[in-house]
């Protein structure tokens, strides 16, 4: 079980918007910075969110992220097929001195 | 451009050893954060070791003893020794690049293709 709790699964249709959660605790999200990957069957992760909010050049506005206390937010808006993937929140944790991934939600575009 | 290519993984009995290894290019190796992240079948992503841009290493508690990272900077390769294999421990093995800023490093910006590590009798 992992430390920042992420849901299983969402879903949603082709063009809507689709928020994932991640909730973590002081030690990490808390008083750290999030990132947040995409992860495709078969190729190497993705960032797609870094420093809570920022993204990597080559990311589409159609992503965004967010943090509030010890929770933070992945949005996905006007969603394609392709976006269906593994997304994972990633944050350190001072208590434990090591890097900590969200357990990942599969995004299902129906 | 960046590459990150592991190599080194394979078929382990219970109870063995394995060294993998990462040869980096394209970025200042000896500057830079790196970390082993793992994905065992069906599950998520763990991150397992990693060093921190001023050369400090840290651990998973899952691997913590057994375990141990280390980096070549004259040859720009990043390793990971690992003893007393378990089977829980089979995985994909990826080598991934901290995005360091100012002293600062936080989100991994590239990751290799990764290394399958199989511990199984």
């Known amino acids: 079980q992992s430390v920042l709790t992420q849901p299983p699964s969402v879903s949603a249709a082709p063009g809507q918007k689709v928020t994932i959660s991640c909730s973590g605790s002081?030690?990490?999200?808390?008083?750290?910075?999030v990132s947040w990957y995409q992860h495709l069957p078969g190729t190497a992760p993705q960032l797609l969110i870094y420093?809570?909010?920022k993204r990597p050049s080559g990311i589409p506005d159609r992503f965004s992220g967010s943090k509030s206390g010890t929770s933070a937010t992945l949005d996905i808006t006007g969603l394609q097929t392709g976006d269906e993937a593994d997304y994972y929140c990633?944050?350190?944790?001072?208590?434990?001195?090591?890097?900590?991934f969200g357990g990942g939600t599969k995004l299902t575009v129906l | 451009e960046v590459q990150l290519l592991e190599s080194g993984g394979g078929l382990v009995q219970p109870g063995g050893s394995l060294r993998l290894s990462c040869a980096a290019s394209?970025?200042?190796?000896?500057?830079?954060?790196m970390s082993w992240v793992r994905q065992a079948p069906g599950k998520g992503l763990e991150w397992v070791s990693g060093?921190?841009?001023?050369?400090?290493?840290y651990y998973a508690d899952s691997v913590k003893g057994r375990f141990s990272i280390s980096r070549d900077t004259s040859k720009n390769t990043l390793y990971v020794q690992m003893n007393s294999l378990r089977v829980e421990d089979t995985a994909l093995y990826y080598c991934?690049?901290?995005?360091?800023?100012?002293?600062?490093?936080?989100?991994?910006?590239?990751w290799g293709q990764g290394t399958l590590v199989t511990v199984s009798s």
């Open positions: 394209g970025f200042s190796f000896s500057n830079n954060a």
């Open positions: 002081s030690s990490n999200i808390g008083n750290n910075y």
């Open positions: 060093f921190s841009g001023g050369g400090n290493t």
């Open positions: 991934a690049k901290r995005k360091c800023s100012g002293g600062n490093c936080r989100g991994f910006d590239y």
């Open positions: 990633e944050s350190w944790d001072g208590s434990l001195s090591a890097v900590l």
């Open positions: 420093d809570n909010d």
